[in-house]
């Protein structure tokens, strides 16, 4: 099932069932007959990736969080001490990075909206923030964009910043050749190395960055975004985990108090220049809108997206 490029989601639950999700589809029992895994099954599982991961698990430290295979695999696991009975959800990333000719193609938006996204994204290097709840899709369009702009400028030096694992991959040679990406810098928080989203974002800054991206922002580095963002770094890209367009810019205040740095949402509304809200609904991922801000009518309005020729 990890091999299989259509399932995004693996959840081995507390009652020991097997369940998979597919593109498009809600969760569900894997084809063929059912699988159980009773607690001591689960509690090996959980102490192999443990091992897999170099992490601890222990009853004073009864959760798992990694990656694996460059990244592919995302791993949350939790111990009996936490959650009553083992569990542990995988959630995959495809081989293949997706294009943005394969997400219109899967009808997660338009060709109008990809067009103009790509536009303003590479010509106007308008500033981008791709917004959603989880699994909707965030990060896959927001990496597609990107390869875009690395076909038309594929020195572009991209500066990259992830917590764990490299989700948005852009020097994976998936454009093929080896020129496409070779100027990107991808930089990668883990318990490893001890420096956080924000630390690494404020060294990509001396990097010679040409534009940034950060997937996804959780913390205090929505205040290194918004220097750089008001210092000449436009064209960037980042995602956050927002439901509707107008708590974007709240969202990234508070990111940003979490590092004691106060600055208002009105301050954020000023730098990013677009919204693309995502949203998932059975399994279906799709861009809801794309939304700039109003100062006459202080707020964000949906963008009336013309046809392409």
């Known amino acids: 099932m990890l091999s299989d490029e259509e399932v995004t989601d693996l959840l081995i ?3 020991g069932h097997v369940l998979e999700r597919r593109r498009g589809t809600e969760w569900r029992e894997p084809e063929g007959p059912a699988l159980r895994l009773d607690a001591s099954r689960r509690n090996l599982i959980l102490h192999s990736l443990a091992g897999a991961l170099d992490v601890e ?3 004073a430290r009864p959760t798992v969080e990694g990656s694996l295979g460059d990244g592919r695999v995302r791993i949350q696991g939790f111990g009996a001490e936490v959650s009553g009975k083992p569990n542990v959800v ?3 990333q495809p081989k293949v990075r997706m294009q943005l000719e394969d997400l219109v193609e899967r009808k997660m938006l338009d060709r109008a909206t990809a067009g103009f996204l790509f536009r303003e994204l590479y010509e106007h ?3 981008l923030v791709v917004a959603g709840v989880t699994g909707s899709g965030k990060t896959t369009l927001a990496g597609a964009l990107m390869r875009e702009v690395l076909k038309v400028q594929p020195f572009v030096r991209w500066v990259v910043v992830e917590e764990e694992s490299k989700e948005l991959r852009l020097d994976d ?3 093929g050749g080896e020129l496409p990406g070779s100027a ?3 930089m990668v928080t883990t318990e490893v190395v001890e420096l956080d989203s924000e630390a690494l974002l404020r060294r990509a ?4 960055a040409d534009r940034i991206a950060v997937g996804e922002v959780r913390g205090k580095e929505a205040a290194v975004f918004y220097s750089a963002a008001s210092t ?3 064209g960037s890209v980042l995602t956050i985990h927002a439901a509707e367009p107008d708590k974007v810019p709240i969202r990234l205040s508070q990111c940003a108090a979490q590092g004691g740095v106060m600055i208002s949402a009105e301050m954020f509304c000023e730098v990013v220049d677009y919204i693309v809200q995502v949203e998932v609904d059975l399994g279906e991922r799709r861009v809801s809108g794309v939304y700039r801000y109003n100062d006459n009518a202080p707020g964000w309005e949906k963008v009336e997206v013309p046809d392409e020729e």
């Open 232 to 234: 000449g770094h436009d």
């Open 205 to 208: 800054l001396r990097a010679a």
């Open 90 to 92: 995988f959630r995959l």
């Open 125 to 127: 290097r308008a500033t």
């Open 57 to 59: 698990l222990s009853e």
């Open 173 to 175: 040679g998936a454009l």
């Open 13 to 15: 639950g507390v009652g």
């Open 184 to 186: 990107v810098l991808p």
